[in-house]
């Protein structure tokens, strides 16, 4: 049996501790995860190793395409997509990593058709009130095959949604992106487009112009984002023109729970 002096020993420290200089003579307290896991600088960049604490999960609506929110400008309560954390207070965080959209249908205007824009807010409470498609348990699951018992805390919703009122402590994490400009003044997408949100990606954006009327594939980075124990993230998509008709998307999310 180890005795207690062979043992690490350090204080838990989830929130970024007092900064201490370069010394060889001090010592402080190794700095701990809630999990016992000790902070250090990863040489791994991916995300595997969440995947193998069963950590990390991926949520999706299978092959059924999505109608999107019908929205001409930012409106809080109609949002594309809300991601909520559902655990008790003092429980896990979820840490967004991507959203991807598959256009299905390109979706359309009248006229005056623009581009098609996004917008991020945070917000300390549970805001999906109706609409749009609830993403079935069955297709959240950890990619871990080995983890049998891995449930998410994440509820998600997708489509034309409506949301409740901000509460007093909304925060824009994203006031406005533009996803691409429109096809033309009444077209907005071409199916078989991916729009990938790399949330906190140290990677680079995509260098250089897009062909309007092809199919691209999209990066678009976007800031990181903490979702605390019964809060939610909403997502916002704006087709910027006059009278929009529904694009529909294939959306995937993932993100990973500490």
């Given at each position: 049996m180890?005795?207690?002096?062979?043992?690490?020993?350090?204080?838990?420290?989830?929130?970024?501790?007092?900064?201490?200089?370069?010394?060889?003579?001090?010592?402080?307290?190794?700095?701990?995860?809630?999990?016992?896991?000790?902070?250090?600088?990863?040489?791994?960049?991916?995300?595997?190793?969440?995947?193998?604490?069963?950590?990390?999960?991926?949520?999706?609506?299978?092959?059924?395409?999505?109608?999107?929110?019908?929205?001409?400008?930012?409106?809080?309560?109609?949002?594309?997509?809300i991601i909520s954390n559902n655990d008790s207070a003092g429980g896990k965080r979820l840490y967004l990593d991507y959203m991807a959209l598959v256009t299905g249908t390109a979706g359309a205007w009248a006229s005056a058709g623009v581009n098609v824009q996004a917008m991020l807010v945070v917000d300390s409470a549970l805001r999906y009130s109706s609409g749009g498609t609830v993403i079935a348990a069955a297709n959240i699951n950890c990619p871990n095959q080995d983890i049998s018992n891995a449930k998410s805390i994440a509820s998600l919703y997708?489509?034309?949604?409506?949301?409740?009122?901000?509460?007093?402590?909304?925060?824009?994490?994203?006031?406005?992106?533009?996803?691409?400009?429109?096809?033309?003044?009444?077209?907005?997408?071409?199916?078989?487009?991916?729009?990938?949100?790399?949330?906190?990606?140290?990677?680079?954006?995509?260098?250089?112009?897009?062909?309007?009327?092809?199919?691209?594939?999209?990066?678009?980075?976007?800031?990181p984002v903490v979702i605390g124990p019964g809060q939610s993230i909403l997502i916002y998509y704006v087709m910027n023109g006059t009278t929009p008709s529904a694009q529909t998307f294939f959306p995937e999310f993932g993100w990973w729970e500490r």
């Open positions: 180890l005795s207690p002096q062979a043992l690490l020993r350090g204080l838990v420290s989830r929130a970024l501790p007092t900064g201490s200089p370069d010394s060889q003579s001090s010592d402080i307290a190794q700095r701990f995860g809630r999990y016992g896991e000790g902070a250090v600088l990863s040489y791994v960049r991916k995300s595997h190793l969440l995947a193998d604490e069963g950590s990390y999960f991926t949520g999706h609506n299978g092959q059924t395409a999505i109608a999107s929110v019908l929205a001409t400008g930012f409106v809080a309560t109609t949002p594309l997509a997708f489509g034309n949604l409506t949301a409740t009122a901000a509460t007093g402590v909304a925060r824009t994490i994203v006031g406005l992106r533009i996803l691409r400009a429109a096809v033309s003044a009444t077209v907005a997408d071409v199916t078989g487009e991916l729009k990938y949100f790399n949330f906190g990606g140290v990677e680079g954006s995509m260098f250089g112009s897009i062909t309007i009327a092809n199919a691209n594939v999209i990066p678009i980075p976007m800031p």
